[in-house]
Protein backbone atom coordinates (compact mmCIF):
# COMPACT_ATOMS: atom_id res chain seq x y z
CA UNK A 1 0.00 0.00 0.00
CA UNK A 2 1.26 3.01 -0.94
CA UNK A 3 1.87 6.19 1.26
CA UNK A 4 -1.38 8.58 1.90
CA UNK A 5 -0.30 11.57 0.58
CA UNK A 6 -1.97 15.27 2.87
CA UNK A 7 -5.38 15.41 1.62
CA UNK A 8 -5.94 11.86 2.14
CA UNK A 9 -4.62 11.79 5.66
CA UNK A 10 -6.86 15.13 6.03
CA UNK A 11 -9.70 12.80 4.83
CA UNK A 12 -8.70 10.18 7.59
CA UNK A 13 -8.27 12.74 10.68
CA UNK A 14 -11.94 13.92 10.03
CA UNK A 15 -12.98 10.68 10.23
CA UNK A 16 -10.67 9.43 13.16
CA UNK A 17 -12.36 12.93 15.18
CA UNK A 18 -15.89 12.30 13.97
CA UNK A 19 -15.30 8.37 15.70
CA UNK A 20 -13.51 9.47 18.76
CA UNK A 21 -15.13 12.71 19.37
CA UNK A 22 -18.50 12.56 18.02
CA UNK A 23 -20.08 8.94 17.58
CA UNK A 24 -21.86 8.17 20.32
CA UNK A 25 -23.04 4.79 19.43
CA UNK A 26 -22.34 1.85 22.39
CA UNK A 27 -20.30 0.50 19.57
CA UNK A 28 -17.85 2.15 19.20
CA UNK A 29 -16.46 2.18 22.70
CA UNK A 30 -14.11 -0.43 21.59
CA UNK A 31 -12.75 1.15 18.56
CA UNK A 32 -12.19 4.47 20.67
CA UNK A 33 -10.03 3.09 23.30
CA UNK A 34 -7.93 1.24 20.79
CA UNK A 35 -4.10 1.63 21.70
CA UNK A 36 -3.27 1.12 17.57
CA UNK A 37 -6.31 3.81 17.01
CA UNK A 38 -5.40 6.14 19.11
CA UNK A 39 -1.47 6.32 18.31
CA UNK A 40 -2.03 6.12 14.58
CA UNK A 41 -4.52 9.25 14.86
CA UNK A 42 -1.70 10.97 16.80
CA UNK A 43 0.59 9.99 13.65
CA UNK A 44 -1.85 11.35 11.73
CA UNK A 45 -1.54 14.77 13.29
CA UNK A 46 1.87 14.85 13.45
CA UNK A 47 2.08 14.36 9.81
CA UNK A 48 -0.91 17.02 9.37
CA UNK A 49 1.17 19.56 11.59
CA UNK A 50 4.34 19.64 9.18
CA UNK A 51 1.68 19.84 6.14
CA UNK A 52 0.02 22.94 7.67
CA UNK A 53 3.11 24.67 8.47
CA UNK A 54 4.42 24.82 5.27
CA UNK A 55 1.02 25.72 4.22
CA UNK A 56 0.60 28.28 6.84
CA UNK A 57 -2.43 26.60 8.45
CA UNK A 58 -2.85 27.15 12.11
CA UNK A 59 -4.71 24.37 13.48
CA UNK A 60 -4.16 23.72 17.67
CA UNK A 61 -5.34 20.81 19.53
CA UNK A 62 -3.35 22.51 22.53
CA UNK A 63 -7.35 23.12 24.32
CA UNK A 64 -8.98 21.58 26.81
CA UNK A 65 -11.43 18.94 25.86
CA UNK A 66 -13.65 21.17 28.20
CA UNK A 67 -13.60 23.62 25.44
CA UNK A 68 -15.44 21.31 22.98
CA UNK A 69 -18.58 20.19 25.39
CA UNK A 70 -19.35 17.97 22.42
CA UNK A 71 -16.44 16.13 22.70
CA UNK A 72 -16.80 15.92 26.40
CA UNK A 73 -20.04 14.61 25.97
CA UNK A 74 -18.83 12.36 23.89
CA UNK A 75 -16.41 10.67 26.10
CA UNK A 76 -19.07 10.17 28.94
CA UNK A 77 -21.31 8.53 26.62
CA UNK A 78 -18.45 6.31 25.62
CA UNK A 79 -17.56 5.59 29.51
CA UNK A 80 -21.06 4.71 29.94
CA UNK A 81 -21.12 1.76 27.34
CA UNK A 82 -17.86 0.33 29.27
CA UNK A 83 -19.10 -2.54 31.25
CA UNK A 84 -17.59 -2.81 34.34
CA UNK A 85 -16.31 0.64 34.80
CA UNK A 86 -17.06 1.40 38.47
CA UNK A 87 -15.12 -1.78 38.81
CA UNK A 88 -11.65 -0.41 37.33
CA UNK A 89 -8.73 1.20 39.84
CA UNK A 90 -8.54 4.86 39.63
CA UNK A 91 -5.26 4.41 37.74
CA UNK A 92 -6.71 2.39 34.94
CA UNK A 93 -9.91 5.16 34.80
CA UNK A 94 -7.37 7.88 34.62
CA UNK A 95 -5.24 6.14 31.79
CA UNK A 96 -8.07 5.34 29.81
CA UNK A 97 -9.23 9.27 30.24
CA UNK A 98 -6.03 10.68 29.05
CA UNK A 99 -6.28 8.11 26.18
CA UNK A 100 -9.65 9.12 24.86
CA UNK A 101 -9.14 12.84 25.29
CA UNK A 102 -5.55 12.62 23.13
CA UNK A 103 -4.87 15.06 21.59
CA UNK A 104 -6.63 17.35 23.74
CA UNK A 105 -5.54 18.13 27.76
CA UNK A 106 -7.81 17.55 30.48
CA UNK A 107 -8.35 19.48 33.82
CA UNK A 108 -8.41 17.55 36.96
CA UNK A 109 -11.95 18.31 38.11
CA UNK A 110 -13.02 16.78 34.54
CA UNK A 111 -11.08 13.92 35.42
CA UNK A 112 -12.31 13.29 38.67
CA UNK A 113 -16.01 13.61 37.51
CA UNK A 114 -15.28 10.87 34.51
CA UNK A 115 -13.25 8.81 37.52
CA UNK A 116 -16.36 8.70 39.41
CA UNK A 117 -19.09 8.24 36.90
CA UNK A 118 -21.30 5.84 37.63
CA UNK A 119 -24.21 4.58 35.07
Not at 57 to 81: M, P, S
Request: proline content about 1%; some cysteine.
Amino acid sequence: MEELNDYELMALNKALFYIRFQCTDGETANIKSSQFLIEAHLKILDRLDVFYKKENITVTYDTFIEDENDYLNTIIATIRHIDGWHKLSEDVKKEIIYDFVKPFKIKENTINFLINYNK
